[in-house]
């Protein structure tokens, strides 16, 4: 397993032993338990094919038609849940003209409390894929249950995997089996590291279409109902060549921060900003009360573009 022969450094303290080899067939934890060997340093990442190493250019992610990355900016936007046709057109329209590229709504709603809206399963993928139709856009859904990837992935153009499911293996690998672009959402508690790892699963089962999306971790300001990380966009962008988008409205909660956030967001090099859009939010079934207004995601849309414009990007 070794390609070329060790190589010793004796006039350092500790000794130190340059080994090129193959990562998968040398276990880093099995040299690290032979006595006298104080640590193990990888020179190249676990996450092999996600790395900036493996791909030095910025890859781009085609949603059927709309690319996010190298320049590309997805504009994502939508209610949380999807509700009712006529509600879901309206909120369609509205974003549409305001530039949104890619429409959302969660059929199948990974909710804290057993007792909360859980989503319109199947009924809601049909609502969401017809009004994207309708109004010309790819549209995203969430997928929280392995088994139904496969209805999903027939009635949507891309997959997200939602915070709470980042590190549920099981659905990554089935997801991984797709060819499928993946809205891979970064856990509350998880890691840049933990995020790239996760994009390597999918990777790793032949699915090389992922867009990573920077969501808030836990934080103990309860002013905010996340904290918004907006370092990590930069941070992955040098560590790893998959895009990578902001979502200011579970980052922090509260319609009056999404739009600073949004920018920041774009100004550190994100590839897409992910806003929850609702026409009436006292009435929606989920996220309401962080939801912009169609009038408030026209204006931050605009500010979107101008401050891409300024950094040579487009949207879409
Ligand atoms: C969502 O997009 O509605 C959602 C549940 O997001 P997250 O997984 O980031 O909480
Ligand atoms: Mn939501």
Same mark, same amino acid.
């Given at each position: 397993a070794l390609l070329t022969q060790p190589h010793l450094c004796t006039t350092t303290f500790p000794t130190i032993i340059g080994l090129i080899c193959d990562q998968d067939k040398v276990r880093g934890e099995a040299i690290t338990a032979i006595?006298?060997?104080?640590e193990v340093v990888p020179i190249?990442?676990?996450?092999k094919l996600a790395s900036r190493e493996a791909h030095p250019q910025d890859s781009i992610i085609d949603v059927s038609g709309v690319k996010i990355g190298g320049g590309h900016l997805a504009m994502i936007a939508g209610p949380c849940a999807v509700e009712n046709q006529e509600r879901m057109e309206e909120i369609a329209k509205s974003v549409r003209a305001s530039g949104a590229n890619i429409f959302r709504g969660g059929a199948y709603k990974p909710r +804290? #409390?057993?007792?909360?809206y859980q989503g319109m399963g199947a009924d809601g993928l049909k609502v969401l894929r017809e009004v994207g139709d309708k109004f010309g856009m790819p549209v995203v859904t969430e997928v929280t249950d392995p088994r139904n990837v496969e209805i999903c992935a027939e009635y949507a153009d891309m997959l997200q995997i939602g915070a709470r499911n980042m590190q549920n293996f099981v659905l990554l690998t089935e997801i991984g089996k797709t060819t499928k672009p993946v809205l891979m959402k970064r856990g509350m508690a998880a890691t840049v590291t933990d995020l790239l790892m996760s994009a390597e699963y999918i990777l790793s089962q032949g699915n090389p279409n992922v867009v990573l999306c920077e969501r808030g971790v836990k934080g103990?300001? +309860? #002013?905010?109902?996340n904290c918004f990380d907006v370092a990590a966009v930069p941070n992955v962008k040098g560590l790893s060549h998959l895009p990578i988008i902001v979502d200011p409205s579970h980052a922090t909660g509260r319609p009056d921060l999404i739009p600073p956030c949004a920018l920041a967001g774009v100004a550190a090099g994100a590839d897409g900003v992910h806003i929850e859009v609702h026409n009436c939010p006292e009435e929606a079934k989920s996220d309401g009360p962080q939801a912009l207004l169609p009038d408030q995601y026209a204006e931050i849309a605009e500010q979107i573009r101008k401050l891409a414009e300024l950094f040579g990007r487009t949207i879409g």
């Open positions: 006595p006298g060997v104080a190249m990442p676990a996450y +804290t #409390s057993p007792y909360s103990f300001d +309860t #002013s905010t109902r």
